[in-house]
């Protein structure tokens, strides 16, 4: 079946554009990460989202960055006034329950280059 | 914050040995350890995980082992072939994944 989803897969920005990237989760999935991957380094958190809604949001690094799931589905992610320390790869991961112990699945990422 | 701490940053084995890399975690109320192997330019993927209850998990070539007391875990990979190289990273979860920084491992043939 369908995995999860990201568009756009790469994306670049001029210092200061708005941009927003969208995540489609596995049909059904209830909970819905968003992780920041700098190169060469781990993924780091950002914002979690039990069906609509937004549980946590303590990762996301400014008021520049903002998410939602208004159907408790797809998901996007807006960054806005974009700086250079904001490239980096998004990725988004879906769960089937909000269990812990349940696997997150990964999508492909966002690419995002501020230029 | 909760973190965990990867070791080593880069592992570089002969084909056929085995490899092992260890990780540590702070956050207690942890009851859930992945790892997932990432390539170059890929989604990370899942190859094992371990649950709270359970001290050691095996999967064919693949073995993790969950120290609570202690707050370790380690990944072990036996008989380590080319297609192994790639970035290993640990994490922990309550509910969000805290991760490792990663380790690089290489495969000399």
Known sequence: GAGVSQSPRYKVAKRGQDVAL????ISGHVSLFWYQQALGQGPEFLTYFQNEA???KSGLPSDRFFAERPEGSVSTLKIQRTQQEDSAVYLCASSATSAASNEQFFGPGTRLTVL | GENV???P???S?????SAVIKCTYSDSASNYFPWYKQELGKRPQLIIDIRSNVGEKKDQRIAVTLNKTAKHFSLHITETQ????????C???????IWGAGTKLIIKP
């Not at chain 2, 084995?13 to 040995?17: I, K, L, R």
């Open chain 1, 22 to 25: 969208r995540c489609d989760p």
């Open chain 1, 54 to 56: 937004q549980l946590d």
């Open chain 2, 5 to 7: 701490e990867q070791h």
């Open chain 2, 9 to 11: 940053s880069t592992l």
């Open chain 2, 13 to 17: 084995v002969q084909e056929g040995d």
């Open chain 2, 82 to 89: 080319p297609e192994d190289s790639a970035v290993y990273f």
């Open chain 2, 91 to 97: 994490a922990s979860r309550n509910y969000q994944l």
